[in-house]
């Protein structure tokens, strides 16, 4: 299992992105699919989640801001990050759980000035 994140970029206060995690396989075969970021000098945290089923999961400081989602056919989950802050600011990564392993892309990373 292959994952590659993208999407990364710099942007300012208030403005929007939205990062992609590609897979190499069916995200239908994944258990779950979640966004991690990890800020300097923090541990990586969880942002959002997706299971097989559709059922999504937020981080508390993420809530109502971003909103996790899938394209089967593009075997491709998102992340899209609305009203960013500066302390959105870290490398995010997506993490698929297949067949009770866990598979990492590589990180992007998310700068927004103030």
């Known amino acids: 299992v292959q994952l590659q994140a993208s999407g990364g970029g710099l942007v300012q206060a208030r403005e929007s992105l939205r990062l992609s995690c590609a897979a190499s396989?069916?995200?239908?075969?994944?258990?779950?699919v979640g966004w991690y970021r990890q800020a300097p000098g923090k541990q990586r945290e969880l942002v959002a989640g997706?299971?097989?089923?559709?059922?999504?999961n937020y981080g508390d400081s993420v809530k109502g801001r971003f909103t996790i989602s899938r394209d089967k056919d593009e075997n491709t989950v998102y992340l899209q990050m609305n009203s960013l802050k500066p302390e959105d600011t870290a490398v995010y990564y997506c993490k698929a759980v297949y067949l009770l392993r866990e598979y990492w892309g590589q990180g992007t990373l998310v700068t927004v000035s103030s």
């Open positions: 997706i299971s097989n089923g559709g059922s999504t």
């Open positions: 396989r069916s995200i239908l075969n994944f258990r779950a």
